[in-house]
Protein backbone atom coordinates (compact mmCIF):
# COMPACT_ATOMS: atom_id res chain seq x y z
CA UNK A 1 0.00 0.00 0.00
CA UNK A 2 1.39 3.55 -0.50
CA UNK A 3 0.75 6.00 1.79
CA UNK A 4 0.60 10.17 0.10
CA UNK A 5 -0.59 13.20 2.21
CA UNK A 6 -3.35 13.99 -0.98
CA UNK A 7 -6.13 11.60 -2.46
CA UNK A 8 -4.79 10.38 -5.49
CA UNK A 9 -6.89 9.10 -8.64
CA UNK A 10 -6.15 5.52 -10.29
CA UNK A 11 -7.18 5.57 -13.58
CA UNK A 12 -7.66 1.38 -14.24
CA UNK A 13 -8.98 -0.81 -17.16
CA UNK A 14 -12.56 -1.35 -15.62
CA UNK A 15 -15.09 -1.79 -14.66
CA UNK A 16 -15.09 -2.26 -11.06
CA UNK A 17 -14.92 -5.70 -9.33
CA UNK A 18 -12.12 -6.61 -12.89
CA UNK A 19 -8.50 -8.52 -11.53
CA UNK A 20 -7.08 -4.83 -12.66
CA UNK A 21 -9.28 -3.04 -9.88
CA UNK A 22 -8.65 -5.34 -7.37
CA UNK A 23 -4.52 -5.38 -7.95
CA UNK A 24 -4.75 -1.22 -7.99
CA UNK A 25 -6.72 -1.31 -4.66
CA UNK A 26 -4.20 -3.52 -3.23
CA UNK A 27 -1.02 -1.25 -4.46
CA UNK A 28 -2.24 2.14 -3.46
CA UNK A 29 -4.94 1.38 -0.72
CA UNK A 30 -8.19 2.79 0.06
CA UNK A 31 -7.98 6.29 0.17
CA UNK A 32 -6.93 6.63 -3.27
CA UNK A 33 -10.19 7.67 -5.74
CA UNK A 34 -10.71 4.97 -8.56
CA UNK A 35 -11.60 5.88 -12.14
CA UNK A 36 -12.79 3.00 -14.19
CA UNK A 37 -11.62 3.18 -18.26
CA UNK A 38 -13.41 0.68 -20.76
CA UNK A 39 -9.96 0.45 -22.71
CA UNK A 40 -5.68 -0.13 -22.29
CA UNK A 41 -5.92 3.32 -24.67
CA UNK A 42 -8.17 5.04 -22.31
CA UNK A 43 -6.31 4.28 -19.24
CA UNK A 44 -2.93 5.92 -20.90
CA UNK A 45 -4.88 9.34 -21.79
CA UNK A 46 -6.04 9.42 -18.75
CA UNK A 47 -2.71 9.58 -17.02
CA UNK A 48 -1.43 11.74 -20.46
CA UNK A 49 -3.89 14.28 -20.05
CA UNK A 50 -3.81 14.17 -16.18
CA UNK A 51 -7.11 12.99 -15.51
CA UNK A 52 -4.96 10.65 -13.29
CA UNK A 53 -2.23 10.77 -11.14
CA UNK A 54 -1.79 6.93 -11.33
CA UNK A 55 -2.82 4.16 -14.31
CA UNK A 56 -2.53 0.56 -13.76
CA UNK A 57 -2.99 -1.75 -17.29
CA UNK A 58 -2.15 -5.48 -17.19
CA UNK A 59 0.61 -6.72 -19.14
CA UNK A 60 1.34 -10.23 -18.73
CA UNK A 61 -0.04 -13.67 -17.42
CA UNK A 62 1.66 -16.21 -16.02
CA UNK A 63 -0.47 -18.77 -17.82
CA UNK A 64 -1.32 -17.35 -21.35
CA UNK A 65 1.78 -14.68 -21.84
CA UNK A 66 1.60 -10.96 -23.10
CA UNK A 67 -1.29 -8.40 -22.95
CA UNK A 68 -1.01 -7.45 -26.45
CA UNK A 69 -3.08 -4.32 -26.09
CA UNK A 70 -0.92 -2.71 -23.41
CA UNK A 71 2.25 -3.69 -25.87
CA UNK A 72 0.70 -2.28 -28.90
CA UNK A 73 -0.03 1.24 -26.98
CA UNK A 74 3.22 1.69 -26.38
CA UNK A 75 4.39 0.70 -29.85
CA UNK A 76 1.90 3.14 -31.26
CA UNK A 77 2.89 6.04 -29.18
CA UNK A 78 6.16 5.72 -28.81
CA UNK A 79 6.51 9.71 -28.09
CA UNK A 80 4.34 9.71 -25.32
CA UNK A 81 5.53 10.53 -21.75
CA UNK A 82 3.93 7.82 -19.83
CA UNK A 83 6.44 5.98 -18.53
CA UNK A 84 6.52 2.56 -16.19
CA UNK A 85 6.51 3.45 -12.19
CA UNK A 86 6.28 0.03 -11.12
CA UNK A 87 4.50 -3.55 -11.78
CA UNK A 88 2.10 -5.40 -9.56
CA UNK A 89 1.80 -9.32 -9.32
CA UNK A 90 -1.66 -10.09 -8.36
CA UNK A 91 -2.83 -13.96 -8.05
CA UNK A 92 -5.79 -14.17 -10.39
CA UNK A 93 -8.34 -16.47 -8.54
CA UNK A 94 -11.42 -17.60 -11.11
CA UNK A 95 -15.54 -18.74 -10.31
CA UNK A 96 -17.88 -19.99 -12.02
CA UNK A 97 -20.06 -17.89 -12.03
CA UNK A 98 -24.18 -18.91 -12.28
CA UNK A 99 -27.38 -18.74 -11.44
CA UNK A 100 -28.52 -21.10 -8.05
CA UNK A 101 -31.11 -23.12 -10.09
CA UNK A 102 -28.13 -23.67 -12.94
CA UNK A 103 -26.25 -26.83 -12.48
CA UNK A 104 -23.00 -27.62 -14.00
CA UNK A 105 -24.76 -30.08 -16.30
CA UNK A 106 -27.56 -27.55 -17.61
CA UNK A 107 -25.06 -24.62 -18.29
CA UNK A 108 -25.31 -24.13 -21.73
CA UNK A 109 -22.68 -21.59 -22.41
CA UNK A 110 -20.29 -19.37 -20.49
CA UNK A 111 -19.71 -15.63 -21.05
CA UNK A 112 -16.19 -14.29 -19.99
CA UNK A 113 -13.24 -12.38 -21.09
CA UNK A 114 -10.79 -14.12 -23.52
CA UNK A 115 -7.87 -14.50 -21.30
CA UNK A 116 -10.02 -15.77 -18.47
CA UNK A 117 -11.81 -18.73 -20.94
CA UNK A 118 -8.08 -19.05 -21.79
CA UNK A 119 -6.65 -19.51 -18.37
CA UNK A 120 -9.67 -22.04 -17.33
CA UNK A 121 -9.62 -24.34 -20.93
CA UNK A 122 -8.77 -27.23 -18.76
CA UNK A 123 -11.08 -26.70 -16.12
CA UNK A 124 -14.21 -26.08 -18.64
CA UNK A 125 -12.79 -29.26 -20.38
CA UNK A 126 -12.95 -31.44 -17.28
CA UNK A 127 -15.98 -30.10 -15.50
CA UNK A 128 -17.94 -28.76 -18.17
CA UNK A 129 -17.65 -31.60 -21.19
CA UNK A 130 -20.69 -31.57 -22.87
CA UNK A 131 -20.77 -28.90 -26.05
CA UNK A 132 -20.80 -25.29 -24.30
CA UNK A 133 -20.59 -21.95 -26.05
CA UNK A 134 -17.72 -19.57 -25.05
CA UNK A 135 -18.79 -16.01 -25.14
CA UNK A 136 -16.44 -13.25 -24.72
CA UNK A 137 -17.14 -10.41 -23.01
CA UNK A 138 -14.73 -7.10 -22.61
CA UNK A 139 -13.88 -8.14 -18.85
CA UNK A 140 -14.85 -10.55 -16.11
CA UNK A 141 -17.30 -8.13 -14.15
CA UNK A 142 -19.19 -7.46 -17.59
CA UNK A 143 -19.32 -11.25 -17.83
CA UNK A 144 -21.00 -11.63 -14.53
CA UNK A 145 -23.50 -8.40 -15.49
CA UNK A 146 -24.13 -10.37 -18.75
CA UNK A 147 -25.36 -13.88 -16.59
CA UNK A 148 -27.61 -11.32 -14.92
CA UNK A 149 -29.01 -10.07 -18.18
CA UNK A 150 -29.08 -12.99 -20.28
CA UNK A 151 -33.24 -14.21 -20.35
CA UNK A 152 -34.00 -10.69 -20.52
CA UNK A 153 -31.64 -9.11 -23.82
CA UNK A 154 -32.09 -12.80 -24.52
CA UNK A 155 -35.44 -14.28 -24.51
CA UNK A 156 -35.43 -16.28 -27.65
CA UNK A 157 -32.04 -17.39 -27.30
CA UNK A 158 -31.84 -21.71 -27.29
CA UNK A 159 -28.91 -20.68 -24.44
CA UNK A 160 -31.05 -20.75 -21.54
CA UNK A 161 -29.06 -21.69 -18.83
CA UNK A 162 -25.65 -19.59 -18.78
CA UNK A 163 -22.79 -18.62 -16.77
CA UNK A 164 -19.60 -16.47 -16.10
CA UNK A 165 -15.94 -16.74 -14.86
CA UNK A 166 -15.23 -13.97 -12.61
CA UNK A 167 -14.57 -12.43 -9.53
CA UNK A 168 -16.19 -13.85 -6.38
CA UNK A 169 -16.55 -10.23 -5.33
CA UNK A 170 -18.74 -9.45 -8.85
CA UNK A 171 -21.40 -12.09 -7.67
CA UNK A 172 -21.74 -11.05 -3.73
CA UNK A 173 -25.06 -9.73 -3.00
CA UNK A 174 -26.56 -10.72 -6.73
CA UNK A 175 -28.04 -13.87 -6.27
CA UNK A 176 -25.60 -15.76 -8.07
CA UNK A 177 -23.69 -18.61 -6.91
CA UNK A 178 -19.41 -18.58 -7.23
CA UNK A 179 -17.92 -22.37 -7.20
CA UNK A 180 -13.89 -21.66 -7.36
CA UNK A 181 -12.12 -23.29 -10.29
CA UNK A 182 -9.63 -25.23 -9.00
CA UNK A 183 -6.28 -25.22 -10.75
CA UNK A 184 -2.99 -26.57 -10.06
CA UNK A 185 -0.74 -24.03 -12.11
CA UNK A 186 0.27 -20.67 -10.56
CA UNK A 187 -1.79 -18.42 -12.13
CA UNK A 188 -0.64 -14.97 -11.79
CA UNK A 189 -0.78 -11.47 -13.71
CA UNK A 190 1.64 -8.59 -13.90
CA UNK A 191 0.23 -5.19 -14.04
CA UNK A 192 1.87 -2.05 -14.71
CA UNK A 193 1.40 1.52 -13.08
CA UNK A 194 1.88 3.89 -15.77
CA UNK A 195 2.51 7.52 -14.43
CA UNK A 196 4.23 10.59 -15.38
CA UNK A 197 6.17 10.50 -12.33
CA UNK A 198 10.07 9.34 -11.53
CA UNK A 199 8.87 6.67 -9.24
CA UNK A 200 11.00 6.21 -5.65
CA UNK A 201 14.53 4.77 -5.81
CA UNK A 202 13.79 0.95 -4.23
CA UNK A 203 16.05 -1.79 -3.11
CA UNK A 204 15.60 -3.96 -6.18
CA UNK A 205 14.63 -2.12 -9.89
CA UNK A 206 13.83 -3.34 -13.18
CA UNK A 207 13.89 -1.48 -16.45
CA UNK A 208 11.89 -2.12 -19.64
CA UNK A 209 12.91 -1.25 -22.72
CA UNK A 210 11.18 -0.74 -26.27
CA UNK A 211 13.44 -1.34 -29.35
CA UNK A 212 13.65 -1.83 -33.21
CA UNK A 213 16.46 -3.47 -34.91
CA UNK A 214 18.28 -2.72 -38.31
CA UNK A 215 17.00 -5.43 -40.65
CA UNK A 216 20.37 -7.33 -40.76
CA UNK A 217 21.60 -10.90 -39.89
CA UNK A 218 22.38 -11.49 -36.23
CA UNK A 219 20.57 -8.33 -35.10
CA UNK A 220 18.99 -9.56 -32.33
CA UNK A 221 22.31 -11.21 -31.22
CA UNK A 222 23.85 -8.33 -31.39
CA UNK A 223 21.38 -6.28 -29.26
CA UNK A 224 21.58 -8.80 -26.67
CA UNK A 225 25.54 -9.02 -26.56
CA UNK A 226 25.91 -6.12 -24.62
CA UNK A 227 23.82 -7.42 -21.47
CA UNK A 228 25.53 -10.84 -21.49
CA UNK A 229 28.92 -8.77 -21.24
CA UNK A 230 27.80 -6.35 -18.09
CA UNK A 231 26.44 -9.79 -16.66
CA UNK A 232 22.97 -8.22 -16.39
CA UNK A 233 20.11 -10.55 -15.95
CA UNK A 234 17.19 -10.28 -18.76
CA UNK A 235 13.84 -10.85 -17.34
CA UNK A 236 12.04 -10.73 -20.34
CA UNK A 237 11.53 -10.44 -24.01
CA UNK A 238 8.89 -10.19 -26.38
CA UNK A 239 8.43 -9.36 -29.78
CA UNK A 240 5.46 -7.36 -31.65
CA UNK A 241 4.80 -6.81 -35.23
CA UNK A 242 5.81 -3.08 -36.15
CA UNK A 243 2.67 -2.72 -38.03
CA UNK A 244 4.48 -0.17 -40.59
CA UNK A 245 5.76 -3.40 -42.85
CA UNK A 246 5.98 -7.09 -42.79
CA UNK A 247 7.71 -9.38 -41.26
CA UNK A 248 9.41 -6.17 -38.89
CA UNK A 249 9.22 -6.57 -35.35
CA UNK A 250 9.05 -4.34 -32.22
CA UNK A 251 11.23 -5.79 -29.60
CA UNK A 252 10.49 -5.25 -25.57
CA UNK A 253 12.84 -6.40 -22.87
CA UNK A 254 12.94 -6.28 -19.30
CA UNK A 255 16.29 -6.74 -16.94
CA UNK A 256 17.24 -6.06 -13.19
CA UNK A 257 18.42 -3.14 -12.58
CA UNK A 258 18.14 0.47 -12.59
CA UNK A 259 19.04 3.01 -15.45
CA UNK A 260 21.34 5.19 -14.05
CA UNK A 261 23.52 2.20 -13.23
CA UNK A 262 27.04 2.58 -14.70
CA UNK A 263 26.52 -1.21 -15.93
CA UNK A 264 23.29 -0.54 -17.20
CA UNK A 265 24.54 2.86 -19.22
CA UNK A 266 27.11 0.88 -21.01
CA UNK A 267 24.77 -1.56 -22.11
CA UNK A 268 22.19 0.78 -23.38
CA UNK A 269 24.62 2.81 -25.55
CA UNK A 270 26.48 -0.57 -26.87
CA UNK A 271 22.41 -1.20 -27.86
CA UNK A 272 22.20 2.10 -29.24
CA UNK A 273 24.24 1.44 -31.93
CA UNK A 274 22.17 -1.70 -32.95
CA UNK A 275 18.74 -0.24 -32.97
CA UNK A 276 16.44 2.24 -35.11
CA UNK A 277 15.38 3.60 -31.96
CA UNK A 278 15.57 2.64 -28.25
CA UNK A 279 12.96 4.01 -25.31
CA UNK A 280 13.46 3.23 -22.23
CA UNK A 281 9.93 2.81 -20.32
CA UNK A 282 10.83 3.28 -16.84
CA UNK A 283 13.16 1.93 -14.15
CA UNK A 284 11.07 0.99 -11.39
CA UNK A 285 11.09 -1.18 -7.97
CA UNK A 286 10.36 -4.64 -8.62
CA UNK A 287 6.82 -6.05 -7.44
CA UNK A 288 7.12 -7.49 -3.99
CA UNK A 289 6.86 -11.33 -3.72
Known sequence: MVAHA???????????????????????????????????????????????????VPVENSLEGAVTHTLDRFIDFKDSPVRIAGEIE???????????????????????????????????????AHKIVLLETNSTAEAVDAVLSHGRLHPTSPL?????????????????????????????????????R????????????????????????DALTPFKRERINLTKIESRPSKKKA?????FIDFAGHESEPQVKRALRALQQSTLYLRVL???????A
Not at 11 to 28: D, K, M, S, V
Not at 31 to 55: I, L, M, Q
Not at 176 to 184: G, K, N, S, T, Y
Not at 247 to 251: G, Q
Open 6 to 56: TMLTIAYLGPEHTNTHLAAQRRFGTRSRYAHEPTVDDVFSAVERRRADYGV
Open 90 to 128: FPIRHYLVRPPSATLSSIQAVYSHPQALAQCRRWLRAHL
Open 160 to 196: KHVAAIGREEAARGRHLAAVPIADDRENKTRFLILSL
Open 198 to 221: QPRRGRRHKTSLLFALKDRPGALS
Open 247 to 251: WEYDF
Open 282 to 288: GSYPTAK
